[in-house]
């Protein structure tokens, strides 16, 4: 075992911020949850308490009908931005008086760099490409991703979390955004930068980059185990496995939704639950097709003279 | 000593006396300069500490009036925000200067781009701090946009009344991200050239308009007329694109930011404020909600 690449990728003047995200994202996920854990425990206490629950204040701040609800901005929040300010420029002073902007060799087209790495926040996406082509990987999931963002408003309609930190009221959703941006997004990108190597080959910590490194990797496509060969065939055949897919999980996520989540179903009207259910399947895509790369060294599973999937 | 005709030219007896005001109105303004009309001229209330004037000191100020007059006490503890839209916001005016300062001294034309960057480096008096600077802060204003949503997330304020908002947010995330992009090409160095190339490869691969994806070619998609050619400016990654990247991050983008930041601010202002710390709902009061409607 030998750290030394993985000192040098860590010490990359260009990777200090994903070192930094690395630290301050469990850092946020614990000082968030912290607040969630009492507003629970003030919830559930309530929920047991109807009496108690007419009078409280229902915050677990501290407390004083005295108090005013509200504060002047100036001073209070005014000083506040203020402050922050100062310390932000003087972190930033120390992070650029130590700490130099990285500047390759002049632009050369004929000398490709390898790895040719794109900035750390791009590369959940370039480690999609290891799974997916260029028009899926590159075109359709970062629309997918911005357009289902957009889309959570109009499809969570629980009136419950509006403005305060809880866990047990919105399981599900946060939950469900957490696994999509810590594990396909963040974990993917901080793959892609401590893990991937030249080739975009796989070198674990612990491993010193080989340029010359050679993997005889066997890609399969799906049709090729079951002896397919008619370009037509393969192509009816991948159409009908992938799209079987997508049916056979939007079925399964809507039976489990159904079974284990009848208030979800119940409260959501049939277009924001079809979205829901298409987003989510969407979602899931991304780990089988890495699953089934990884594990199985299979690329494709639709091919057609047009695209492949 | 009055003088006894209004047409009368002032002695030299009127003169002092001027003096001696100048003098008295001096001590007098220095011991209170908050008093003085200039003060009043620029600051339209006064500054005893009252609430009206702690409300007009916001309210009256073009900078500061984006802030109501009075917020949520719980909402000023760092525990609910973490700061991190704020401190976004700040980033990006760090990130405005310092751009403006390295804009004097650099040519998008391949020429004169990587020599510029040098030049900055090595010889213009804070050149490199500056650089450092912009890169270091558009790294920083990635991380606090992502932590930003991941919080507003957590508290659920996407919710109603705040849907739309939260789509500007995500619409200023995806800018911020392109900023970042459009900038990584202006050293004209092997790193921003080969991230830009990977990613621009990309756009070859668009269903329907890339000449690589797919229906591309089956409609007359070429190198030389799909989105990839109209992002670079040509069919590789060279002087039209740089100049491209320097106008999309200099300029288009910038203003596209500005303008949805605009609309994020003043509907905070408008959707009620910041959302929280709210009051705790019961998931007992739902139910009885959806019976009375």
Known sequence: ?309 | MVPKNELDTPGLGEVVEKVQEAKDLHLKWLKNPFETELWRSIFRHKVDDAPRNRSLAVLSNVFLHLHPAKVNRDAVRYTFTWGMGGITFYLFLVLTFTGVALMFYYHPTKADAFRDILYLKNDVPFGNFMRNMHRWAAHAMIITVWTHQMRVFMTGSYKPPREFNWNVGVILLLVTMLLSFTGYLLPDDQLGFWAVTVGTNMARATPLIGHEGPLGPEIGATAFNDIRFAMLGGSIVDANALLRAYIWHCVALPLVAGIFMIVHFWRIRKDGSISGPAPVMLASEVKTAKGRR
Request: hydrophobic share 55%.
């Open chain 1, 1 to 309: 075992m030998d750290f030394q690449q993985l000192w040098e990728i860590t010490t990359l003047p260009d990777n200090i911020p994903i070192v930094l995200l690395g630290i301050l994202t469990p850092f946020f996920l614990w000082y968030g949850f912290r607040e969630a854990v009492k507003n629970d425990r003030l919830i559930a206490q309530l929920e047991a308490d109807p009496a108690l629950a007419k009078t409280h204040h229902r915050k677990h701040q501290p407390y004083h009908p005295a108090w005013d609800k509200t504060v002047h901005v100036w001073p209070y929040l005014l000083r506040i931005e203020f402050l922050a300010c100062l310390a932000v420029t003087a972190f930033l002073i120390l992070w650029a008086v130590y700490f130099n902007a990285p500047l390759e060799e002049p632009a050369d087209p004929t000398l490709t760099m390898n790895p040719a790495k794109a900035p750390w926040y791009f590369l959940g996406l370039q480690e999609m490409l290891v799974y997916f082509d260029p028009w899926i990987a590159g075109v359709i999931l970062p629309n997918v991703i911005v357009v289902g963002l957009m889309a959570i408003p109009y499809m969570d309609t629980s009136p419950l979390g509006n403005g305060y930190y809880t866990w047990k009221q919105r399981k599900f959703a946060i939950g469900g955004f957490m696994f999509g941006y810590l594990v396909l997004w963040l974990a993917l990108a901080f793959l892609g930068t401590f893990v991937r190597g030249p080739g975009w080959m796989i070198f674990w910590p612990g491993e010193i980059w080989d340029h010359h490194r050679v993997v005889h990797e066997v890609n399969v496509h799906l049709h090729e185990l079951f002896g397919l060969t008619d370009t037509l065939q393969i192509a009816i055949f991948g159409g009908v496995a992938t799209i079987g897919f997508l049916a056979a999980a939007g079925g399964a996520t809507d039976f489990a939704l159904r079974k284990y989540k009848p208030e979800l179903f119940r409260k959501m009207n049939i277009v924001q639950y079809v979205h829901m259910v298409g987003f989510l399947v969407i979602m899931a895509a991304l780990p089988v097709k890495m699953v089934l790369k990884l594990a199985f060294g299979i690329k494709y599973v639709w091919v057609t003279p047009w695209f492949n999937v």
